[in-house]
């Protein structure tokens, strides 16, 4: 019985009993309605309601009683219907089984097929893996073969050299033994040897005390005073050769000193590069137009005038067509200036109380670009602690010019020159690029106060708090005090190097002209010279004496003559070398 015959006879019994439960509860309540008492002849009304209520309930139960037989009849015939349908499941699946068997048979059928070509292609495979294993043999059997036949033959080339081995130690085995004999020969001749040389010693021995008796007798002399004077002459020969190697020592710590020297200076030189710009006290200011000039003049020139008097500076308008001249020997004073009149130019109201006005605005800005400037540097320079005032001073710095040379700039380069040297020479660079930094910070002042702009600037510095290192190295760097430490010589020569470069200074053409001519006259004024030569932009003089007329010692004298009166009459930038030549040179710096 399938599953679903099962659940359809399942339901027909609930229905059933369903039915036969509806069944009893009716004849129940059949039962007591007619055992009910009859109604009396009035017929009460909760009587009447009371009847028509049992007869609701049996109509109730007889439509329930119908419906549960209509739905027996359903459940019957859907069972029947459901008998039908597994009747035809069961003829479908036999229908399958026998399918089944007929396509299990086919398989079967031809796995036998597949199974006999399957041992057909081994066998045959296997006859062939059995062709290749058996020619693969033979081959390897051939190789063997040949392998034998080479280890034989290599065993007997073994065999024969073992056996020339043996010779050959044979051979040895005599040689070490006939060397061996020879050995015990030679031991015997040495010992016999040092016996013979044991009893000459002795006989030396006493003939060197026979003849150091004899020495002591006829020099009158013990051997302890003869080997003190022979210390003494051999202390004297040492000594004066001890002086010569010193002499040789110290030329040539010189030459590599000077080699030396030159070499940092030089590298220095190269690493440090800074701009320039020319010497002028002349300031140039372009105008719109020339009706410009009108204004700035002013009626019966009171404008010109107000100008000058507030600002210091002289103001030149000439037939220069737009354009007017500033002029000043101070540089701070002139740039002002320049600044005021350019802002009222810009403006267009010109007049002396706005002239006022104006020049307080350009002094203010030209004090902040100034501050601006000497912090820029000390930046630059890596000097970090330094007094205020002494920062104020070192931006005035920056419109003063030596030679072409802006002072700033060149207290900048100079410094870092001087921190290359002292870096070189593994010496305190922080130090000694201050007191290069700080050596020209009296030109600031030179305008202003009398003296020369090393001993002001040393005060200057001694009076702000700067170490005595650095004061010295001020105030040393022209020569006004001798120099007596490293810091001062390496700041003179940074200072030589970044003011005496080519390149460094500039002059006009006309005075560098001059300046040459004059130092060949000079030179070629003197008795016994033949040839001068101005060379290296006038840095270097080449005087070429006649050798008859003047001697070493006058070739000396008139080096010295040249440089000394070069230095009373000429004005230059760094140094002049003043060589003599004759067949020696000597040489002496113009400083």
């Known amino acids: 019985m399938s599953a679903l015959d099962v659940v359809l006879l399942s339901a027909v019994i609930l229905l059933a009993l369903a039915v036969l439960a509806g069944l009893v509860l009716g004849a129940r309540a059949l039962r007591r309605f007619n055992a009910q008492p009859a109604a009396p002849a009035g017929e009460d009304p909760t009587y009447t309601a009371e009847r028509e209520r049992h007869e609701q309930s049996l109509a109730t139960l007889r439509s329930k009683a119908e419906e549960v037989t209509s739905t027996?009849?359903?459940?019957?015939?859907?069972?029947?219907?459901?008998?039908?349908e597994a009747a035809a499941a069961k003829a479908e699946a036999s229908a399958a089984r026998a399918e089944a068997r007929r396509m299990l048979d086919t398989?079967?059928?031809?796995?036998?097929?597949?199974?006999?070509?399957?041992?057909?292609?081994?066998?045959?495979?296997?006859?062939?893996?059995?062709?290749?294993?058996?020619?693969?043999?033979?081959?390897?059997?051939?190789?063997?073969?040949a392998t034998t036949k080479e280890h034989a033959a290599d065993v007997e080339r073994r065999a024969a050299r073992m056996d020339e081995r043996e010779r050959?130690?044979?051979?040895e085995v005599e040689r070490l033994t006939e060397r061996e004999r020879r050995l015990a020969k030679a031991i015997a001749e040495v010992n016999e040897r040092e016996q013979a040389l044991a009893a000459r010693e002795v006989l030396i021995a006493e003939a060197e005390e026979h003849r150091r008796k004899e020495l002591e007798r006829v020099a009158g002399l013990t051997a302890e005073v003869a080997r003190t004077e022979l210390v003494e002459a051999i202390e004297v020969q040492a000594k004066r050769e001890a002086a010569i190697l010193v002499r040789d020592i110290e030329a040539d710590a010189r030459a590599t000193g000077e080699q030396r020297a030159r070499h940092i200076v030089v590298e220095a030189i190269q690493r440090v590069a800074s701009e320039q710009t020319a010497e002028s006290v002349v300031s140039v200011l372009h105008l719109p137009g020339d009706e410009m000039k009108g204004r700035i003049i002013g009626r019966e020139g009171r404008n010109i005038r107000a100008f000058e008097s507030v600002t210091g500076v002289n103001l030149i308008i000439d037939d220069t067509p737009e354009a007017v001249l500033l002029s000043c020997f101070d540089p701070v004073r002139r740039e002002i200036g320049r600044l005021t009149l350019e802002k009222l130019v810009l403006d267009g109201r010109i007049h002396p109380h706005r002239i006022e006005e104006v020049f307080e605005t350009a002094k203010q800005e030209v004090e902040r670009l100034c501050q601006r400037a000497a912090e820029d540097a000390l930046v630059e320079v890596g000097i970090?602690?330094?007094?205020?005032?002494?920062?104020?001073?070192?931006?005035?710095?920056?419109?003063?010019?030596?030679?072409?040379q802006n002072v700033l700039k060149h207290l900048v380069e100079t410094a870092h020159i001087a921190g290359i040297m002292a870096a070189e020479l593994r010496l305190d660079a922080p130090l000694i690029k201050?007191?290069?930094?700080?050596?020209?910070?009296?030109?600031a002042l030179t305008h202003e106060v009398e003296g020369s702009h090393a001993l002001i600037g040393a005060d200057l510095a001694r009076k702000y708090g700067e170490s005595d290192e650095v004061v010295h190295a001020i105030e040393a760097h022209h020569n006004e005090v001798q120099p007596q430490t490293i810091e001062a010589v390496l700041t003179q020569a940074s200072d030589a190097c970044s003011g005496g470069r080519p390149g460094a200074r500039r002059e006009s053409l006309e005075a560098y002209v001059k300046r040459l001519e004059r130092i060949e006259e000079i030179a070629g004024g003197k008795t016994g010279v033949e040839k001068v030569f101005a060379m290296q932009a006038g840095r270097e003089i080449r005087v070429m004496v006649k050798p008859d007329d003047v001697d070493d010692i006058g070739a000396a004298?008139?080096?010295?003559?040249?440089?000394?009166?070069?230095?009373?009459?000429?004005?230059?930038?760094?140094?002049?070398?003043?060589?003599?030549?004759?067949?020696?040179?000597v040489t002496e710096i113009a400083r």
């Open 557 to 585: 004298v008139l080096a010295r003559d040249v440089a000394k009166q070069i230095e009373e009459e000429l004005t230059y930038p760094g140094q002049i070398r003043v060589t003599v030549v004759r067949e020696s040179r």
């Open 107 to 145: 398989a079967r059928a031809e796995a036998d097929t597949v199974l006999d070509r399957a041992h057909k292609q081994a066998e045959q495979d296997a006859e062939q893996l059995r062709a290749a294993a058996r020619r693969s043999g033979e081959r390897e059997a051939a190789m063997l073969a």
């Open 384 to 404: 970090t602690e330094i007094h205020p005032e002494l920062v104020t001073l070192l931006g005035r710095l920056r419109y003063r010019t030596s030679y072409g």
């Open 72 to 84: 027996v009849d359903t459940a019957k015939s859907a069972a029947a219907a459901a008998r039908t």
């Open 434 to 443: 201050r007191g290069a930094f700080l050596h020209d910070i009296g030109k």
């Open 168 to 171: 050959l130690h044979s051979e």
